[in-house]
């Protein structure tokens, strides 16, 4: 019991610490906001102006910076469509249905994105019924909302989370998967464990989600990169995993084919090469490597003499008449070139590597 509550606080604790850097953020744009409205601008209970901070700092935590920009825009539209019909029609069920819609189609109009479009609305509604314009404002209370959103981009920028730490995370995950089901179908196949071979299937098949978002992640990352000068200096690193993202992802839909094949030649009973097993494990290995050389910034050159062997490993393979084994040997020589590319390889040169068929 108390081993539980022990670990269980340290998940917190790591937690807390992974969050430390959004809070101050989120304190300092939102003191910043309200300084600026209040004190710098004049305005009488800045009330939106610290919201909108807080706000933007929590949709750009692994947001796109447009999500951001539109949130700012949606707040900002719907105080002001808010303010600009309640002064005037009053507060009531129908009203609110007005305002609502009319907040929404203006941003809309504005924009399109569906991020901005529910911002209006909900702004609209809090105008409408918690903080209607005798309150306080007018147009005041939209350009509070802008200055909270901007001051949310402004602490993003001045004090910006390390942008390769979300690279990191997304790409072990990525490779972790790739190696993991090349291992499990290394294993699957000697001992002609069909169940084995679907459950690397099904592996390979989930695997689409983690490649989604770590691609969304190194466009989070490389936003960050840009808009933060303290973070200018990441820039090439984070640009060989922006380069590295496409060709991983091939190798990840080669290795599905490769699944797929492999539970094929299992239940067809055909005979796979004896070092098919050898080679896989080999694979994954170079897959480590590369993991872990992308994660230390350093030039992948054991990841490319490991692919390189690999490669030629392939030779003895293509021996096999069976139809679902010589597509396994290709698909596995597709991968090898897919990984030499994401090293840094042009795709003539890691086609070079493989021996010829």
């Known amino acids: 019991m108390l081993t539980r509550l022990r670990a269980q606080l340290r998940r917190r604790l790591r937690r807390l610490q992974r969050m430390a850097l959004p809070i101050a953020q989120a304190g300092m744009a939102a003191g910043g906001a309200w300084l600026v409205s209040a004190d710098l601008v004049g305005h009488a209970r800045p009330f939106f102006a610290p919201t909108a901070a807080v706000t933007c700092i929590g949709v750009a ?7 951001v920009i539109e949130l700012v825009v949606g707040v900002s539209v719907g105080v002001g469509v808010g303010d600009l019909l309640i002064s005037r029609i009053g507060s009531g069920t129908w009203q609110i249905v007005l305002v609502v819609a009319l907040a929404m189609a203006a941003a809309v109009l504005l ?65 972790g ?90 239940r067809d009973d055909e005979e796979p090469p004896g070092k098919l097993p050898d080679v896989l494990e080999s694979l994954a290995n170079a897959v480590d490597v590369f993991r872990d050389e992308l994660a230390r910034g350093v030039d992948p050159v054991r990841t490319r003499a490991l ?47 493989l021996p010829p068929l």
């Open 61 to 67: 935590l692994g947001q796109k910076l447009r999500r």
């Open 111 to 175: 924009d399109g994105g569906a991020v901005i479009a529910l911002q209006s609305g909900t702004s609209a509604v809090l105008v409408a019924t918690l903080l209607p314009p005798s309150a306080g404002g007018g147009f005041d209370r939209m350009i509070d909302a802008l200055i909270g959103g901007s001051m949310g981009l402004i602490a993003i920028a001045l004090f910006p989370p390390n942008p390769l730490t979300l690279a990191h995370r997304h790409g072990r995950v990525v490779l």
């Open 177 to 266: 998967e790739l190696a993991g089901v090349l291992r499990a179908i290394a294993a699957a196949v000697p001992d002609r464990d069909t169940v084995a071979a679907a459950a690397a299937l099904s592996r390979a098949r989930a695997s689409q989600k983690a490649i989604d978002e770590f691609k969304t992640a190194l466009v989070t990352s490389a936003e960050v990169a840009t808009i933060a000068p303290l973070r200018w200096r990441n820039r090439a690193e984070l640009d060989r995993y922006r380069n590295a993202a496409g060709p991983i992802d091939l190798a990840v839909r080669n290795t599905r084919v490769l699944a797929r094949r492999a539970l094929a030649v299992l």
């Open 307 to 353: 692919l390189r062997t690999v490669a030629d490993e392939s030779d003895h393979l293509l021996t096999a008449d069976d139809f679902s084994v010589r597509v396994m040997v290709a698909q596995l020589r597709s991968i090898v070139v897919d990984l030499l590319v994401a090293t840094g390889v042009s795709r003539s040169d890691a086609l070079s590597a």
